[in-house]
């Protein structure tokens, strides 16, 4: 299984990104994903999840700004991100969980055993 992820660079504030996320190996249609940032010198933080079933749930920072969504068809995550902010530099990472879950979202990095590699959003002011 891999997840690899794509679509950062550098913006100025008030631009959108969006960011994908391509799955190999399996398909993750009725799983878990999300999104995490990694700021420099900071924790892994989580940004966004959608569930199995298609809810989804973001962190207080991002909601009406970001959006996730997953298409099935091609085993991809995207974020999409507008109004960005210098805040949202970060390493951007996706993730996905193993197996069927149904409705529950899931915010904490530890529920997700899959990772892609990473791609750096630099937002300028």
């Known amino acids: 299984v891999q997840l690899q992820a794509s679509g950062g660079g550098l913006v100025q504030a008030g631009d959108s990104l969006t960011l994908s996320c391509a799955v190999s190996?399996?398909?993750?249609?009725?799983?878990?994903m999300a999104w995490f940032r990694q700021a420099p010198g900071k924790e892994r933080d989580f940004v966004a999840t959608l569930s199995g079933t298609g809810g989804s749930y973001y962190t207080d920072s991002v909601k009406g700004r970001f959006t996730i969504s997953r298409d099935n068809a091609k085993n991809t995550l995207s974020l999409q991100m507008n109004s960005l902010k210098p805040e949202d530099t970060a390493v951007y990472y996706c993730?996905?969980?193993?197996?069927?879950?149904?409705?529950?979202?899931?915010?904490?990095?530890?529920?997700?055993?899959?990772w892609g590699q990473g791609t750096l959003v630099t937002v300028s002011s």
């Open positions: 190996g399996r398909s993750f249609s009725d799983s878990a």
């Open positions: 993730a996905a969980r193993g197996g069927y879950n149904g409705s529950n979202l899931y915010t904490r990095a530890h529920f997700y055993q899959y």
